[in-house]
């Protein structure tokens, strides 16, 4: 059984997500020496921000298969030592997009009717109901910068409130933007036309003083600004200048370039200001959602699946996870079946993704055939995180293309081996969720590639069947399944046969010993 070490409190939810998949240590009291002396005992590692999981820690872990981070950033997790490892990281990026999203638009409703500054008059004892006219949402024109999981969470709110959303986002599709409603357009045009801008943006060089004194006066006059992304993102004397030229009206932000807001800072005394510190992703239920997402992470590398968040493996789309998922498993199980009936020296591998897969972004699929092609012989443990790198080392080549046309299927992954003197030919598809290899080494079968297998390459003659039966019986091996594929009535044929206990290397070699049987090739999945 799989052992997790977590080492810092995270929520009961995700802690019974992760009893399921292994025996979980929950350590609170360890430093830095006790978690180097006691990590080489666990698979995998569990942590919010206060550990720190350096280069060295990461090396203790000897048996370490994955660390997870409940929560967003891993500044505090040295993946790239992880990476070299073959150490899946997972996190939890999606557990707060609703929060910050909630916050986003608290500020500006908080905003348009002056909450803050109305709920300290009548706290001093005033009654200025017509200081406080405020103005409606609806109608009005929220710009965001950054139409990522969060932005996209503050459109979807904002369109239920009837305001008009633009959006600038480099990255995300026209295709994305519209299913929700927004508008995408350009930087300068979103500063123009905007009546609020919202940030969602990481701090990057390209986004640090993204609104700097030049941006804040192309705004509209009168507008206003929330800001629930990083600090840093928005100059904060060109914003104090603007907010005292009426250049903007308002301002709110949960952000700051230096945190903890000095108590001396003069963004807490501005009238047109409202601060709030860093609360964006403060719910019980991120807290909740932040351990039972890094918790199914955790879980899914542990049994061997592709997590959904991974830092150092290819993102995957929310819109093509539903497609690609069953394909991973595919990809990975055709990958190590093909390495394992490979006995000529490969020269190449080609991918071809039909169908479906055409239409997604394949990187993950084709590092989960590599994965599992490179498994069966690596003497370093092989994930989608290393497989690129222990492919370049090794010199295999893997060349991939598209194509529309997936037969009858609704996608096809084929794998075309060429070896120094032979051609091999697999493909598999998706059926009901369910991963199915319909064509081996050429031949047409359809079997579900897990567990043990048999292959027998031989001569399609009466008896034959049988014989492999009466063999695999008498060595107490149980057939849960048989496929045949022939070239034609008493042609070259394969058997695959799905097993319930592997069969011997002195079975195989018996098998081999019958007069029309070349080849029997023991395969476990
Ligand atoms: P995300 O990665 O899903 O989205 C970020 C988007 O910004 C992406 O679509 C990206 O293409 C876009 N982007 C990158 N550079 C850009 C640029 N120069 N101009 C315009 N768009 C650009 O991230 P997310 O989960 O939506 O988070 C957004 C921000 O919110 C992050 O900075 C994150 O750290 C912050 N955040 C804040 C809190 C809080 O407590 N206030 C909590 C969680 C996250």
Avoid: C
């Amino acid at each position: 059984m799989d052992r997790i070490l977590v080492t810092e409190k995270i929520a009961d939810e995700g802690l019974a997500v992760l009893r399921q998949a292994g025996a979980v240590d929950v350590r609170l009291d360890l430093d830095k020496s006790a978690l180097i002396a006691t990590l080489g005992d666990y698979d995998a590692l569990v942590v919010r921000s206060a550990t720190k999981v350096t280069t060295e820690v990461i090396a203790a872990g000897s048996r370490l298969r994955v660390i997870g981070r409940a929560g967003t950033g891993v500044d505090n997790i040295d993946v790239d030592a992880a990476t070299a490892r073959g150490i899946i990281v997972v996190n939890a990026p999606a557990s707060n997009s609703v929060a910050v999203a909630e916050l986003t638009i608290g500020l500006l409703i908080a905003l348009a009717r002056s909450l803050p500054q109305a709920h300290a008059s009548l706290q001093s004892g005033k009654w200025e109901r017509s200081k406080f006219v405020g103005w409606e949402v609806r109608g009005k024109t929220l710009g965001l910068i950054g139409l990522g999981r969060i932005g996209s969470e503050v459109a979807v709110r904002a369109r239920a409130m009837e305001m008009a959303v633009l959006a600038y986002d480099p990255v995300v599709s026209l295709d994305r933007a519209e299913q929700i409603g927004v508008e995408l357009v350009a930087l300068d045009e979103l500063l123009a036309r905007s009546d609020v801008i919202s940030l969602h943006v990481p701090l990057l060089e390209a986004t640090r003083n993204l609104l700097d004194s030049d941006n804040l006066a192309k705004m509209k006059r009168g507008a206003y600004l929330i800001n629930a992304s990083r600090g840093g993102t928005v100059d904060e004397s060109a914003l104090l200048a603007a907010l005292d030229s009426g250049q903007l009206a308002g301002a709110a932000l949960d952000v700051f370039s230096s945190e903890p807001l000095p108590s001396d800072s003069p963004l807490l005394r501005h009238p047109k200001l409202i601060t709030v510190p860093h609360i964006g992703a403060s719910t019980a239920e991120a807290q909740i959602s932040a351990g039972s997402e890094v918790a199914e992470g955790v879980a899914a590398a542990l049994s061997g699946a592709t997590p959904r968040y991974a830092v150092n493996a290819p993102f995957v789309a929310p819109e093509a996870w539903g497609v690609l998922q069953p394909y991973l498993t595919l990809g990975r199980q055709m990958g190590r079946l093909i390495s394992q009936l490979m006995s000529d020296p490969v020269r190449s591998y080609d991918l071809e993704f039909r169908g479906e897969l055409a239409q997604v972004d394949t990187q993950p699929v084709k590092l989960a055939v590599l994965e599992g092609l490179l498994a069966a012989n690596s003497p370093v443990r092989v994930t989608p995180v290393n497989a690129p790198l222990i492919a370049r080392e090794r010199g295999v080549r893997l060349t991939e293309r598209t194509h529309p046309d997936a037969e009858s299927y609704a996608g096809l992954l084929v794998v075309r081996v060429q070896t120094a003197e032979h051609e091999h030919l697999f493909s598999g598809t998706v059926l009901r969720g369910e991963p199915h290899i319909v064509q081996a080494d050429g031949y047409f079968v359809d079997f579900i590639p897990q567990g043990p297998l048999l292959f027998t390459y031989h001569r399609d003659r009466p008896g034959m069947i049988g014989m492999v039966g009466t063999l695999l019986g008498g060595a107490d091996v149980n057939i849960s399944g048989m496929y045949v594929g022939r070239l034609a009535p008493r042609a070259q044929s394969l058997m695959v046969l799905t097993l319930d206990e592997p069969a011997s290397p002195a079975v195989l070699a018996r098998i081999e010993t019958e007069e029309d049987i070349e080849r029997a090739i023991g395969v476990v999945l």
